[in-house]
């Protein structure tokens, strides 16, 4: 296999890589905003539920129900807290994936400068061959140039 084949196959392999990163930060961010929408729901209920008891309680109500109640809130509490929980890990996991990608992306920037380079190797090479080749047909026609070896 020669150099330009294998930087070719790293190139291949290394976009496979940051494409599969692309799309585990997608999913990782599709799952971040379920997360926040689900705590954003709990809040959204949480808000409506005090204020539904809220007018109810203004009516006046029994001591069991007023226990009822705070014993609801709390638990609904706990419930938004551990939902906050799961977004922060879910975010966590976003970043961390943005960077997993950002690494894949420089992999593959700097496959791609060896390619560049090693290409204007073998032009600078090929480039010497033909003024080479220029040089020695040159000398060939030159009238004389027999006379002194050259032919």
């Known amino acids: 296999m020669t150099r330009m084949q294998t930087l ?7 976009e496979k890589l940051r494409d599969d990163a692309l799309a585990a930060l997608r999913q990782a961010e599709g799952q971040a905003q379920n ?9 959204q ?4 539920y005090h204020q539904r008891w809220s007018t109810q309680f203004q009516q006046g109500g029994a ?4 226990r009822c109640y705070h014993g609801f809130v709390e638990r609904l509490d706990g419930a938004l807290g551990q939902a906050r929980n799961t977004v922060r890990q879910f975010e966590g996991h976003v970043t961390r994936a943005r960077e997993r990608v950002q690494e894949r992306e420089v ?8 390619i560049e380079r090693h ?6 090479v090929q480039a010497r061959r033909d003024q080479k ?7 060939r026609r030159r009238p004389g140039a027999a006379a002194f070896g050259y032919a």
């Open 45 to 48: 209920y949480r808000t409506e």
């Open 63 to 66: 001591i069991e129900i007023v």
């Open 119 to 124: 290409l204007k190797q073998l032009a600078a």
């Open 107 to 114: 992999r593959v920037a700097t496959v791609k400068r060896l």
């Open 133 to 139: 080749n220029m040089d020695e047909l040159a000398q």
């Open 8 to 14: 070719k196959t790293l190139l291949e392999r290394e």
């Open 35 to 43: 997360a926040r929408n689900q705590a954003d729901a709990l809040v």
